[in-house]
């Protein structure tokens, strides 16, 4: 066939080449460059990510005619031969098929000749992790310590299934998904090479199907190109081809659920079901764009974490700009618990269809930053005097009917608010007036007390409204508490300090508060009444008696 896939055809064949891993091809131009390249590197990654990709160019560079260079020619004997693939000393191995450990020691044995035609003997071996424990060892001491012309490379998507003595012997190299917006970009430039016009949005669900992968981007636009013979394509024909879920769907679902429409739910979900697709993947999807969208309410529609387009993104940050954090967070949740039911059961249209009535159920409920801008607004408006809004001093009542009549006189306001004595300036006959008079003295009562330490400790003064006064004394004020828990007590003995130092403060004298709870006293009185007790019949016993006797003595203490 002379026909060769989008996927090859378009391979990367240069560091520049590659696509989103500019990470890893700076770090290995960089070692080119200053003659410090590893005898054993190790990528990974998801697959169609580059890493049997980025190995071949590590190839190239390295046994080019003009290299080691980091820009390899593609065109010397060497270049050519690594592209075909049948260089006679690159080999590249499949680590799923070629797993035992006979292989591995015949690989052994190969790496100590010289390479045939090229500088560097170089063994690319994919999907190191499906090698055999035995064929790990077996390669251990010739990973740590190689011939000078022989190179490894390796490749895997497991890594973790990598011993930790091959690791330890190997440079590491880490590639991560493809940005959605970079893999639209390839697919824009080559769809212009190849003469096709795809819309945007047709573009963008590829690359969001692709789940970060170029290989399985270029593959479903393969599959696209080939199913019709019209150069333009509609995103209306990338949804039937690929037969995926139309991605307005979700926002359309999204928006019945924040409208509470329970018909628009349900025809949604219709939809889905005649359309083929499955029905567990799209409740997938629909986790992954309820994550999104409380992603972008929190963090702006500029986050990396979610894998949308830049307008997509805009789009959703316009729609949810009204929506409550926590009640997003509560649809989200919902979804994640209901999940594993609509995996399990053999009715998933029904379940799904549950599902959604339990979200439309979930209340909006008011914003805590909103609710805590009105309190601040409500608080600066007591503190400056101002008038509340819409309260009932607004509304004047109706005159009465009968004979009464209201005075033909101007009307009188209502006196002004009463403000403290300190707050006024008395003129000086006033000062003379009240300097003869003695100063009123605090009430010393135990209500008054509790009215004083309200604003400034709000929990002590719950908590002593339950107590009562069980003695007073010049000195002393004893408040017994009832239903005190181990919490309680804890506060009172913090605030124990606070408390006395206000009731002196209060009292105008030194006063101690001892707290204690109700039923302590009534402990107390059955406690001393068991000592007594206990020391009458302990003084009362022959044995003391006698001692008395003897030592003509008495008892003291006991």
Not at 46 to 67: D, F, H, Q
Not at 336 to 363: C, G, N, P
Request: net charge negative; glycine share 6%; aromatic share 4%.
């Amino acid at each position: 066939m002379s026909y060769q896939v989008l996927a090859l055809k378009y391979r990367p064949q240069t560091f520049d080449d590659v696509v989103g891993q500019s990470h890893v091809t700076t770090t290995l131009v960089n070692a080119i460059l200053q003659d410090r390249v590893a005898h054993a590197m190790l990528f990974t990654g998801p697959r169609g990510t580059g890493k049997t990709t980025i190995a071949r160019i590590l190839a190239k560079a390295m046994n080019c005619t003009t290299g080691p260079t980091p820009t390899p020619c593609n065109q010397c004997k060497s270049c050519t031969e690594i592209i075909a693939g049948h260089c006679a000393d690159v080999f590249e191995i499949d680590g799923a098929s070629n797993n035992s450990v006979d292989q591995i020691r015949d690989l052994r044995e190969n790496v100590t000749y010289l390479p045939a035609a090229a500088a560097y003997k170089i063994y690319i071996i994919d999907e190191v992790h499906m090698l055999s424990t035995a064929a790990f060892n077996a390669l251990l001491k010739t990973l740590e310590e190689p011939p000078g012309h022989v190179l490894f490379i390796f490749a895997t998507t497991e890594v973790h299934k990598i011993p930790a003595t091959i690791l330890s012997r190997c440079q590491r190299h880490d590639l991560g998904r493809i940005a959605l917006e970079a893999i639209c970009e390839l697919l824009k430039k080559i769809c212009r090479k190849e003469g096709f016009g795809v819309q945007d949005q047709g573009l963008e669900l590829i690359a969001l199907e692709a789940d970060g992968s170029v290989r399985d981007a270029l593959s479903l636009l393969d599959r696209i190109l080939s199913a019709t013979p019209e150069k333009t394509i509609s995103y209306e024909m990338v949804v039937n081809h690929l037969g995926v879920l139309d991605r307005r769907i979700m926002h359309e679902l999204s928006d019945a659920l924040f409208e509470k429409n329970v018909s628009g739910l349900i025809a949604l979900v219709d939809r889905v079901n005649d359309a083929g697709l499955d029905l567990k993947k799209f409740y997938g999807d629909l986790i992954a764009h309820f994550r999104n969208l409380s992603i972008i309410k929190q963090c702006g529609p500029d986050h990396p974490a979610v894998n949308l387009t830049a307008g997509e993104k805009k789009q959703i940050h316009t729609r949810v700009a009204q929506m409550p954090e926590a009640y997003l967070g509560h649809l989200l949740q919902v979804l994640l618990t209901d999940e594993d039911m609509v995996k399990r059961t053999s009715h998933t249209r029904i379940a799904i269809e549950t599902v959604l009535f339990k979200l439309r159920q979930v209340r909006a409920g008011a914003s805590i930053d909103r609710i805590i801008a009105q309190l601040d607004l409500l608080a600066q408006q007591m503190k400056s005097g101002e008038k509340m809004p819409d309260t009932p001093s607004d509304i004047r009542p109706s005159p009465p009917d009968g004979d009464q009549q209201m005075p033909s006189g101007p009307i009188q306001e209502s006196p002004p608010a009463y403000t403290a004595p300190a707050a006024l300036s008395p003129g000086p006959d006033q000062i003379r007036e009240t300097a003869d008079e003695p100063s009123p003295e605090p009430p010393r009562t135990w209500d008054g007390f509790l009215t004083r330490i309200e604003p400034l400790m709000p929990f002590m003064h719950v908590l002593l409204t339950r107590g009562q006064i069980a003695s007073e004394t010049q000195d002393t004020l004893e408040v017994h508490l009832s239903d005190c828990t181990q919490f309680d007590r804890k506060r009172l003995k913090d605030k124990q300090g606070e408390l006395e130092k206000q009731c002196r403060k209060f009292l105008g004298k030194t006063l101690k508060i001892h707290v204690a709870s109700r039923a302590q006293p009534l402990a107390l009185a059955q406690e001393k009444a068991k000592d007594a007790k206990a020391l009458q019949a302990a003084a009362s016993h022959p044995l003391v008696q006698t001692a008395k006797e003897i030592f003509n003595g008495e008892i003291i203490n006991m």
